[in-house]
């Protein structure tokens, strides 16, 4: 219940939608997905639109579903697992630091 994720195409010339996080307040805007930065191995190299997501249960992995043509109305379904920023905000308990 701490933080927010919304999607947008900020800083994406194709005008696809990537995932963001916040915290409740607006600060520490943070990007979480480049599937439109061509540049960037987590692209497709056509626009995407980041449509629906929900947290899980432990708030641990954000699940997302990302529409890969709106023509055809083909997506994929996509998990962000947190685990390992939760570990190191915890002080690294989990990852040995």
């Known amino acids: ?10 800083g994406n010339a194709n005008r696809g939608t990537d995932y ?8 520490d805007k943070i990007r979480l997905t480049n599937f439109n930065d061509p540049d960037n191995p987590m ?12 947290w899980s249960a432990d708030a641990r992995h954000l699940v997302g ?8 109305q083909r997506g994929m379904v996509i998990i ?5 920023a939760i570990n190191r905000m915890a002080g690294g ?5």
């Open 20 to 27: 963001w996080l916040m915290n409740l307040d607006g600060t």
């Open 43 to 54: 692209s497709h190299g056509d626009r995407v639109i980041c449509a629906d997501s929900d």
């Open 93 to 97: 308990v989990a990852s040995g630091e």
């Open 80 to 84: 962000i697992d947190f685990t390992d």
């Open 1 to 10: 219940g701490r933080k927010v994720v919304w999607m947008s195409s900020h």
């Open 65 to 72: 579903y990302v529409q890969t043509s709106l023509f055809h």
